[in-house]
Structures are given as C-alpha cells and as structure tokens.
C-alpha cells in the first residue's frame, strides 16, 4: 500500500479553471503538507496541519485553500488557475504534534504535475 | 535567516566514480534537523537520512556517506563507487525545531548523472 498518496498523478487545465488535488497517508501520521516545486526544481513549503489545524501558511495566495476533513487527509483547491500556477505539488505527512515536530521525517507522495494553459 | 545552499547544481560522472554532493546550511538556532532526499526521473521525493545538530558523527550506508561538520555548518553527502541508478536530483534540507511552524527548508537541489 502507498503510504502517501496523492490524486491525479498529472493535471493539465485552462486558465481560469477551479481543480483540486487530493492526498491521504496511511501511516498515522499527525501532520501533513503541501510543497510546491518549480520548473527549476525548488522545493518551497505551501501549508502544514496538525490534525486539522492550519499551522504554516507561507504567504500563499488565498485562490490556494488546503482543506484537511481528518488528520490523514489534506486536499488543495486552485481557484482561478494562472500559467504561473504550472509545478509539480507534493503532498507530504509526518509524525508527531506542533511542538518538536522538526525532528520527524517527512514522507512524500509521488507529486500532481498541473499543467496550467 | 534559515538557508541551504547546494553550490553545485549539476554533475556528471562515470560509473564506479565516487562523488560528493556539498550542503551548506545557515540557522542560529542550536537545535535543528539535516536531511538528505533522492528525487529519481521518476519524480517522488525519497527520504534518505536524518541528522540532529547534536549528532556530528559521521554515517555509512552500504555506498552512501554522510560527513557533519557544524564547524562549516556543512552536511555533504558522498556516493562510493556510484552506479547508474544513483542518477537524480539530490535535495539537502534543514528543518528547525520549536514553536509550532516546523517546515522543510530545501536548497535547490543537484542533479547527479552517472554513465556507464
């Protein structure tokens, strides 16, 4: 079984368009993530919850809204979609609760390739 | 500021070559976390270590080495005798410990082509 698992694997929509991704883990874990990666690779942070509680929200305009209907669920819902919105989207989750969560491993889905045209 | 810098972004090697992937990290706290994920052609993010600031002892696995030196704030990571299948795209990250906002903060990755 996949521990993370994200839904679709590729997504390729107008501009202007509304989408979600999903993802879910397996593992038990308390708190999970969003991370976007560019063309260039760079991985940046976008959200983390701890079970349901929006903890990080890193200046991510608000067309992006994480919902997270139970701890080992975290969806992501584009609104408006624009070109610049293309990358690669990595759900992510770990153990452990708000405090000294740092130290825990993140473990990562196979990522959502949204290709925006 | 906390930072990662992966200096180089792409090197290529001959199969059997050894290779060092350099990671240098800036944070002023005293307690933080170090990792090293693997990103294949085939896109996921594979978690391959784990490493706190109070622990600079130096890790083996199999072809794979870790050197922490907190004197240089540097955690490169060495591939022995690599093969075709270590090609990808290798990230360092640095996450932090304390108050709630725990987050990945990754350099900017380096590809590794190994040929044979």
């Known amino acids: 079984d996949t521990a993370v698992s994200q839904t679709p694997k590729y997504l390729v929509t107008q501009m202007g368009n509304d989408k979600s991704i999903k993802c879910e883990q397996n593992l038990g874990h308390d708190t999970m993530y969003w991370y976007k990666q560019d063309s260039k690779k760079f991985l940046k942070i976008m959200f983390s919850?701890?079970?349901?509680?929006?903890?990080i929200n890193e200046t991510v305009p608000n067309r992006f809204s994480p919902k997270s209907p139970d701890k080992a669920h975290l969806n992501l819902h584009i609104n408006s979609l624009e070109l610049g919105d293309s990358a690669v989207y990595f759900c992510?989750?770990?153990?452990?609760?708000?405090?000294?969560?740092?130290?825990?491993?993140?473990?990562f889905g196979a990522g959502t390739r949204l290709s925006v045209l | 500021a906390q930072k990662v810098t992966q200096a180089q972004t792409e090197i290529s090697v001959v199969e059997k070559e050894d290779v060092t992937l350099d990671c240098v990290y800036e944070t002023r706290d005293t307690t933080y976390y170090l990792f090293w994920y693997k990103q294949p052609p085939s896109g996921e993010l594979v978690f391959l270590i784990r490493?706190?600031?109070?622990?600079?002892q130096n890790e083996i696995s199999g072809r794979y080495s870790w050197n922490f030196q907190k004197s240089t704030s540097s955690f490169n990571f060495t591939i022995t005798a690599s093969q075709v299948v270590d090609s990808a795209v290798y990230f360092c990250?640095?996450?932090?410990?304390?108050?709630?906002?725990?987050?990945?903060?990754f350099g900017k990755g380096m590809k590794l082509t190994v040929n044979p």
């Open positions: 990250a640095l996450s932090l410990s304390g108050g709630g906002s725990e987050k990945l903060v």
């Open positions: 490493r706190n600031s109070f622990d600079e």
């Open positions: 919850y701890n079970n349901k509680e929006l903890i």
């Open positions: 992510a989750s770990s153990q452990g609760g708000r405090t000294g969560a740092a130290k825990n491993i993140q473990y």
